[in-house]
């Protein structure tokens, strides 16, 4: 797939995930083979004034890897302001949000709630794209549209590019449904159908596992798929997708030692790049994360929110994949023979 002047070289996005798609995150997919990964999204307002905060969530990727920021706002100078910013600690895409289904976000009239004003979208995507150099291609993020009477995704998609942007990403809900019901793999379509064969677009919404990447290029012929909250402790869904898009066998899910590897390659990613008191919360979500799936995960899930510290936190994370080991060669199974899919086993069996 090409975005402008950028090559990405597997169908397969990850999304922007608020309080996920940090860099350990995006580094541990980077490192399992996603094409691009694009930041959490961020308050145009808020880096143009200097938030510490949200300039501390505005991260480049290890090791010169592409990547991109996306930010949110419904006013041109704010916009156009966090987009230079972007680029100034080399983002390769700037991704604007018209999708958020959040309420706090559609209060301030940004997010989705930019599908009811497409002109006010179309000036946002303008002053965006003039704001950045040619090479910096900008996308939107958007949904099937408002609610189930105002789903003007095709027309939305189409005067979004009509006003510059050369990506766009369709979640197939709607704002009303949130992350309710199914995705709608018709909307995605029919905007493939409707934008230019020259602008890609990505399909977005329950994709969890191969099968699902296979049905949303089948359905939708887009050009890619984003894949946000089933990507959560299941970076081999990237390796994965990359190798039968590339014509390779499915490599399949992890054994225990890939989980146990990843795992610690994540947590110590995160103590490595991250500081402050919220470093003990995201290690905790990681150590869940990795647990999906597995007997006693979700017992380990409710011990790992009583630990003091960080060190009591890996410490319990260690012990838990021990005790899989454990189970395991007592059970007299081969580490190949035991792959599990992660979120499809029984969890507190027994």
Known sequence: MRVGPIEVDTPVVLAPMAAVTDLPFRTVAEEHGVGLTVTEFL???????????????????????????????????????????????????????????????????????????PEVAQALVRAVVDAVPAEVPVSVKHRAGWDATHRNAPEFACAMVEAGARMITVHGRTRSQGFSGQADLAIIAAVRAAVPTAIPVVGNGDVVDVAGFARMREATGC?????????????????????????????????????????????????????????????????????????????????????????????????????????????????????????TAVEDAA
């Open 223 to 343: 050009d890619a798929v984003m894949i946000g909250r089933g990507a959560m402790g299941n970076p081999w869904l990237f390796a994965r997708i990359r190798a039968v898009a590339a014509g390779r066998p499915d490599p399949g899910p992890p054994t225990l030692e890939e989980r146990q590897a990843v795992f610690r390659r994540h947590v110590g990613l995160i103590l490595e790049l991250k500081h402050g008191p919220r470093v003990l919360h995201e290690v905790r979500k990681a150590c869940a994360w990795y647990a999906r799936g597995l007997h006693g995960g979700s017992r380990l899930r409710t011990a790992l929110w009583g630990t003091a510290d960080v060190d009591a936190t890996v410490a319990l994370a260690e012990a838990f994949f021990a005790e899989q080991l454990a189970r395991r060669a007592a059970r007299g199974v081969a580490a190949d023979a035991d792959r599990v899919e992660l979120g």
């Open 43 to 117: 308050s145009a307002h808020a880096l143009m004034v200097g938030d510490k905060k949200a300039q501390g969530k505005m991260t480049a990727s290890l090791g010169g890897r592409r990547f991109g920021v996306q930010i949110f706002g419904r006013e041109c100078e704010p916009m156009a302001k966090a987009a230079q910013l972007a680029v100034a600690i080399g983002a390769s895409l700037v991704d604007i949000n018209m999708g958020c289904p959040a309420k706090r976000v559609v209060a301030g009239e940004c997010g989705s709630a930019l599908m009811r004003e």
